[in-house]
């Protein structure tokens, strides 16, 4: 029986399993926006659970620009469905090697039931525009056009490759809010973790 959400990667994750993938470690999904913190959350998290290596569209975008000989901006722009369906791929894959932790946009839906935990980080837009435009030396207005227009694009995208709507959260274990300090979102992560933990000694 399929584990994860996406149709399409089915046929791929029948071929892993014959291959004889399977689950070796504690896999770990955190999805969300442009700039909600994922990575501050992938961070804490890791801190937690210290032989979690971290998996995320955004690295395997990075070698694949380096492979082709362009900056990352330039993949990011001319980048195909294709490329996209095949990071997924190369996610799951990484992924089922074991004790993972994978950061973005879809990485719940990508991985499903192979994951020990899917978190989804949210902040809001009016909160997060102001720190991405003090950590990318835009104004406030540039950076909330940024961050709409790149998550309109991602909604699109998901939409017409997989029929998945990223709004929908039923799929997420837990929810994270990131619109307070730092040290919240650490709290809040010191949570998730140890309920993660609680639940792994009731599995064993």
């Not at 971290?54 to 993949?75: D, S, V």
């Not at 469905?81 to 799951?92: H, I, L, P, R």
């Not at 104004?139 to 709409?148: G, H, M, Q, S, V």
Request: hydrophobic share 35%.
């Amino acid at each position: 029986m399929p584990k994860t959400r996406i149709k399409l990667l089915e046929s791929y994750e029948a071929e892993l399993v014959r291959n004889g993938a399977k689950k070796k470690g504690m896999i770990i999904a955190v999805d969300g926006l442009s700039g909600s913190g994922k990575s501050s959350v992938v961070e804490f998290l890791q801190k937690a659970f210290p032989k979690l290596r971290r998996i995320h569209p955004g690295g395997i975008f990075r070698e694949n620009a380096k492979k082709a000989g362009m900056t990352l901006e330039e993949y990011c722009k001319t980048r195909s469905e294709d490329d996209d369906f095949e990071t997924d791929k190369e996610v799951m894959k990484r992924c089922l090697e074991g004790n993972a932790i994978s950061d973005g946009r879809i990485s719940a839906w990508v991985i499903g039931g192979w994951a020990d935990a899917k978190v989804y980080v949210v902040c809001p837009l009016q909160i997060k525009a102001p720190r991405i435009a003090k950590r990318e030396g835009r104004t406030p207005d540039e950076a909330r056009k940024k961050l709409e227009e790149r998550d309109g694009a991602d909604a699109k995208r998901y939409k017409k490759m997989y029929g998945i709507d990223l709004n929908d959260l039923s799929v997420y274990d837990f929810i994270i809010d990131n619109s307070g300090s730092l040290e919240e979102l650490r709290a809040g992560t010191k949570k998730i973790a140890d309920e993660i933990k609680k639940s792994e000694k009731s599995h064993t």
